[in-house]
């Protein structure tokens, strides 16, 4: 089996599980680090030469972060694709499940029975609700159907826009304010929000800083992601 992953989490996960059938990966595929497997380019806009040059016998995509144009061409050059788009953490635990088991997996992973017993686990939490930004000029928030937001609803964090028909609206600073929230919610991916650069647009409001790769990348990441993600939450500051 040679595996090219064009989704970083997925990378981890499979570097995690299967790291010999691993060949190719993106230049943001980050974890683990030092992965000693040529690089293809960038999500978006991978180098797709350089990925039918390593002779894939199936290429990892998700539908949001790969380009549909490129999963096309892949297909059309005979290349086997597996396509994921979790939007839930149950979503996310059975997609890896059937992934990993469809490379040839002989058995469930540590880390991914790890994984489901640290989300079985997480208790109950006091709802506040939040805006949470995923980017700057313009403004975007997570909307509605995310897995991000998925995980801060089982961490207690009710999103202003989870109920938006769009994933990811783009509303205007002055309507962001106006929701008045309880809390504002700061990744650090994609857009790398920090206390000097995100907090200061809405004054008054306590703000949490979260690890990017936690709230969005489903894999081995998410053993370790209620406890951090829960403990970045409680320590909101400002306001």
């Known amino acids: ?7 970083p989490s997925l990378t981890e996960a499979v570097a995690a599980t299967l790291p010999d059938a691993l060949v190719g990966a993106t230049d943001w595929c980050t974890h683990p680090a030092g992965l000693p497997v040529a690089r ?5 806009y991978p180098d797709l030469d350089r990925v039918l040059a390593l002779r894939p016998d199936v290429v990892l995509v998700n539908m949001e972060e790969n380009r549909v144009e490129d999963a ?3 297909r059309a050059a005979g290349v086997e694709l597996f396509v994921t788009f979790p939007r839930t953490v149950d979503e996310a635990l059975t997609d890896l499940g059937a992934m990993l088991a469809a490379l040839g997996a002989p058995a469930e992973p540590g880390w991914l029975a790890e994984a489901r017993a640290a989300w079985a686990a997480v208790p109950p939490l006091p709802a506040r609700r939040a805006i949470v930004p995923v980017w700057r000029r313009p403004w975007i928030v997570l909307g509605g159907g995310t897995f991000a937001g998925d995980v801060l609803r089982r961490l207690g964090v009710d999103n202003v826009y989870g109920d938006d028909p769009d994933r990811y609206p783009r509303p205007t600073l002055a309507e962001l304010r106006e929701q008045h929230a309880d809390l504002l919610v700061l ?3 994609p857009y790398a929000f920090t206390r000097d650069d995100g907090p200061e647009a809405f004054p008054g409001v306590p703000y949490a800083l979260l690890s990017g790769r936690h709230l969005t990348w489903y894999g081995p990441s998410l053993t370790q992601a209620p ?9 909101a500051s400002g306001g």
């Open 1 to 7: 089996m040679r595996i090219v992953s064009l989704v």
């Open 40 to 44: 293809v380019g960038g999500t978006k």
């Open 72 to 74: 096309d061409a892949l």
């Open 187 to 189: 990744p650090d991916e």
């Open 227 to 235: 406890t951090l993600l829960a403990t970045q939450l409680a320590a």
